[in-house]
């Protein structure tokens, strides 16, 4: 039998169900491999050892009752740490929020609980999603587990690192501009995009409102479908949840994708250096050998996506972000002697320099002469890109390209802020037009760190990007390694 | 919001000055240091200039999009009282409270 971490989420929960291994035997072993690793790791902000062994105690016993359990019974679950849990920290690994604890369950919480799986911690991101390293933390510092001075990406790191070094079998984290898919790619595993307003955005701290989408990250695209099954629904608290019912993914994803035309936009990726593009061909070749048909399709106009997407994610979160004003939550400056101040020293001394700055620019293409040139400007390009994405998908089924044009970089390599934007260059214009996409493994460069191929699928594709990834995965597998230190 | 100092900017490098940030810096109640000023004027010119790329693309007659789902509409609910926080739950992140309300410096002066 092979050791317990290693398996997936749904051998895990199967194994439990069979009765061959207890729940609180699971969390036992992931809480070990937390305390042997994550103090190099760094993944969780916090991690609920009483809370899963208690909950695990009441699975086991239910499941000696003869009790139906749920589709997530007994599995280990991380939570990115702009995600709601009732009575837990909800940091966003901001110091503004160091002591806060959410008052209430986000939707997905209550989804996930209520199929029986086991919330283990909170993971470290950048600070309030904004970044794509997760060195914008202002709590900690998490590092890559291919190799430890690397960077996991960001802003899901944590809910990456953690998933890659298995520490648990499954975590969510939040995707505004690549959030999931990026630290997925950097970390050599799944994580999934859903189209927008798949799943509920309620209890999730808001970062840019109309890109926001929180998705699975996993290692195996099924453990991910599985996930998605379970979030993806309706929440009538989230007025931009769509109303449709929930999808079986994981039946969909069983039912092999037949003559799949997948479009490439060879010229959008023109400056993709030799070995990225190398083994992004070779996925490309596994591809057609599993009978997918590869074409040439025209997205130029997302070499304006990183433009559009930093006008308007500021726009909204310079708006989004006015709430945290040392008032009704979060910390107070104590050198604030009357009202403004406390505005203005909370925010000073509760934000760190990325979110400052990501605040003033959209106050910036917000503010009146700025708005039409700006904002209303990024809109209309915007529409031109859904436009545009419209017509590729009239061509092909799915859309593939890499997730990233590099493996993971150094901690402290990229220092230009304007730089470090450019990293989400293949990611981004998935969130401008709402669409599904996966980062799934697509193999190792040189220097041993793992890439990832991005496929995406027209609004409402989840189940295809799903199906198509897990064809892949099937063929490819390095989805199954796992970093040395860890083993 | 007329800010002296500010004037769109399209179609020229993003000539940022010193009154431009801190217009902005009170605009959104955020104190910043002399240094973070310095550098929010170098980093906040590099990526406005940046964003004068889009400029070169045509947007005549594109309307903008206000939601990427074509198929949402107006979401309404019957006005009926849900389940909402109590006031102690609410209270528990309140950095000053007093006697179930939240306490902020005063705001009226005493003539």
Same mark, same amino acid.
């Given at each position: 039998?092979?050791?317990?971490?290693n398996?997936?989420?749904?051998?895990?929960?199967?194994?439990?169900?069979?009765?061959?291994?207890?729940?609180?035997?699971?969390?036992?072993?992931?809480?070990?491999?937390?305390?042997?690793?994550?103090?190099?790791?760094?993944?969780?902000?916090?991690?609920?050892?009483e809370?899963? !062994?208690?909950?695990?105690?009441?699975?086991?016993?239910?499941?000696?009752?003869?009790?139906?359990?749920?589709?997530?019974?007994?599995?280990?679950?991380?939570?990115?740490? &702009?995600?709601?849990?009732?009575?837990?920290?909800?940091?966003?690994?901001?110091?503004?929020?160091?002591?806060?604890?959410?008052?209430?369950?986000?939707?997905?919480?209550?989804?996930?609980?209520?199929?029986?799986?086991?919330?283990?911690?909170?993971?470290?991101m950048?600070?309030?999603?904004?970044?794509?390293?997760?060195?914008?933390? @202002?709590?900690?510092?998490?590092?890559?587990?291919?190799?430890?001075?690397?960077?996991?990406?960001?802003?899901?790191?944590?809910? @990456?690192?953690?998933?890659?070094?298995?520490?648990?079998?499954?975590? !969510?984290?939040? /995707?505004?501009?690549g959030?999931?898919?990026?630290? *997925?790619?950097?970390?050599?595993?799944?994580?999934?995009?859903?189209?927008?307003?798949?799943?509920?955005?309620?209890g999730? %701290? *808001?970062?840019?409102?109309?890109?926001?989408?929180?998705? +699975?990250?996993?290692?195996?695209?099924? /453990?991910?479908?599985?996930?998605?099954?379970?979030?993806?629904?309706?929440?009538?608290?989230?007025?931009?949840?769509?109303?449709?019912?929930?999808?079986?993914?994981? =039946?969909?994803?069983? &039912?092999?994708?037949?003559?799949?035309?997948?479009?490439?936009?060879?010229?959008f990726?023109?400056?993709?250096?030799?070995?990225?593009?190398?083994?992004?061909?070779?996925?490309?070749?596994?591809?057609?050998?599993?009978?997918?048909?590869?074409? =040439?399709?025209?997205?130029?106009?997302l070499?304006?996506?990183?433009?559009?997407?930093?006008?308007? @994610?500021?726009?909204?979160?310079?708006?989004?972000?006015?709430?945290?004003?040392?008032?009704?939550?979060?910390?107070?400056?104590?050198?604030?002697?009357?009202?403004?101040?406390?505005?203005?020293?909370s925010?000073?001394?509760?934000?760190?320099?990325?979110?400052?700055?990501?605040?003033?620019?959209?106050?910036?293409?917000?503010?009146?002469?700025?708005?039409?040139?700006?904002?209303?400007? @990024?809109?209309?390009?915007?529409?031109?890109?859904?436009?545009?994405?419209?017509?590729?998908?009239?061509?092909c089924?799915?859309?593939?390209?890499? %997730?990233? $044009?590099?493996?993971?970089?150094?901690?402290?390599?990229?220092?230009?802020p304007?730089?470090?934007?450019?990293?989400?260059?293949?990611?981004?214009?998935?969130?401008?037009?709402?669409? $599904? *996409?996966?980062?799934? $493994?697509?193999?190792? *460069?040189? /220097?041993?760190?793992?890439?990832?191929?991005?496929?995406?699928? +027209?609004?409402?594709g989840?189940?295809?990007?799903?199906?198509?990834?897990?064809?892949?995965?099937?063929?490819?597998?390095?989805?199954l390694?796992?970093?040395?230190?860890?083993? | 919001?007329?800010?002296?100092? !500010?004037?769109?900017?399209?179609?020229?490098?993003? &000539?940022?000055?010193?009154?431009?940030?801190?217009?902005?810096?009170?605009?959104?109640?955020?104190?910043?240091?002399?240094?973070?000023?310095?550098?929010?004027?170098?980093?906040?010119?590099?990526?406005?200039?940046?964003?004068?790329? !889009?400029?070169?693309?045509?947007?005549e007659?594109?309307?903008?999009?206000?939601?990427v789902?074509?198929? %949402?509409?107006n979401?309404?609910?019957?006005?009926?009282?849900?389940?909402?926080?109590?006031?102690?739950?609410?209270?528990?992140?309140?950095?000053?409270q007093?006697?179930?309300?939240?306490?902020? $410096?005063?705001?009226?002066?005493?003539?």
């Amino acid at each position: 039998m092979s050791e317990i971490y290693n398996l997936s989420a749904i051998e895990i929960r199967d194994r439990f169900l069979k009765g061959s291994i207890s729940a609180v035997s699971i969390v036992e072993t992931f809480l070990k491999r937390i305390e042997k690793y994550d103090s190099k790791i760094g993944a969780f902000l916090k991690v609920f050892p009483e809370r899963a !062994l208690s909950q695990a105690k009441k699975l086991d016993e239910r499941l000696k009752g003869g009790e139906k359990l749920g589709k997530l019974a007994g599995i280990p679950i991380a939570f990115k740490d &702009n995600i709601h849990v009732k009575g837990e920290i909800s940091t966003c690994a901001s110091k503004f929020l160091t002591n806060y604890k959410a008052p209430f369950d986000a939707t997905v919480t209550e989804l996930i609980e209520a199929e029986d799986a086991i919330i283990i911690g909170k993971t470290n991101m950048d600070e309030f999603a904004m970044g794509s390293s997760t060195e914008n933390s @202002a709590l900690q510092k998490t590092c890559n587990p291919w190799d430890l001075s690397c960077t996991p990406g960001g802003s899901s790191g944590g809910s @990456a690192a953690a998933v890659a070094a298995r520490l648990c079998p499954l975590a !969510l984290g939040s /995707d505004t501009g690549g959030s999931v898919r990026l630290p *997925a790619s950097f970390c050599g595993i799944v994580g999934f995009k859903p189209t927008y307003g798949r799943v509920s955005r309620f209890g999730l %701290v *808001a970062y840019g409102s109309s890109l926001d989408q929180i998705g +699975p990250l996993a290692t195996t695209t099924a /453990d991910a479908a599985l996930l998605m099954e379970v979030i993806g629904k309706h929440c009538p608290r989230d007025s931009t949840s769509f109303d449709e019912p929930q999808e079986a993914y994981l =039946d969909k994803i069983n &039912n092999r994708p037949e003559g799949l035309t997948i479009g490439v936009p060879w010229q959008f990726l023109e400056e993709l250096a030799p070995e990225p593009k190398q083994i992004f061909n070779q996925a490309l070749e596994t591809l057609r050998t599993l009978g997918a048909k590869i074409v =040439d399709v025209d997205l130029h106009i997302l070499k304006h996506s990183i433009a559009v997407y930093y006008i308007l @994610a500021t726009a909204e979160a310079s708006t989004n972000l006015a709430r945290f004003d040392g008032i009704r939550y979060g910390v107070r400056s104590s050198k604030a002697k009357t009202l403004d101040e406390v505005y203005r020293y909370s925010k000073e001394e509760g934000f760190g320099p990325e979110v400052k700055r990501r605040i003033l620019l959209g106050t910036y293409v917000l503010s009146a002469g700025y708005k039409d040139a700006y904002y209303k400007k @990024a809109q209309k390009v915007r529409s031109l890109m859904i436009k545009s994405y419209e017509k590729t998908f009239t061509q092909c089924d799915l859309v593939a390209t890499p %997730v990233s $044009p590099f493996t993971a970089f150094e901690i402290g390599a990229i220092k230009d802020p304007l730089q470090m934007y450019l990293e989400d260059i293949y990611t981004i214009g998935i969130n401008l037009a709402g669409l $599904p *996409a996966i980062s799934v $493994p697509e193999g190792f *460069a040189k /220097d041993g760190k793992p890439l990832g191929l991005q496929l995406i699928g +027209p609004q409402k594709g989840d189940a295809l990007v799903l199906a198509a990834a897990h064809l892949y995965e099937k063929q490819s597998k390095y989805n199954l390694a796992i970093p040395t230190f860890v083993k | 919001m007329e800010q002296p100092g !500010l004037k769109p900017l399209m179609g020229t490098m993003a &000539n940022l000055t010193k009154q431009t940030i801190q217009n902005l810096i009170k605009l959104s109640c955020i104190e910043c240091s002399e240094e973070e000023q310095e550098r929010l004027l170098i980093d906040l010119g590099k990526i406005i200039s940046y964003f004068e790329m !889009l400029d070169a693309i045509d947007t005549e007659n594109v309307a903008p999009c206000n939601h990427v789902l074509a198929s %949402v509409v107006n979401v309404e609910r019957e006005d009926k009282t849900g389940k909402t926080l109590s006031r102690d739950s609410f209270l528990s992140n309140a950095p000053s409270q007093i006697g179930g309300l939240i306490r902020v $410096p005063p705001v009226i002066k005493n003539s």
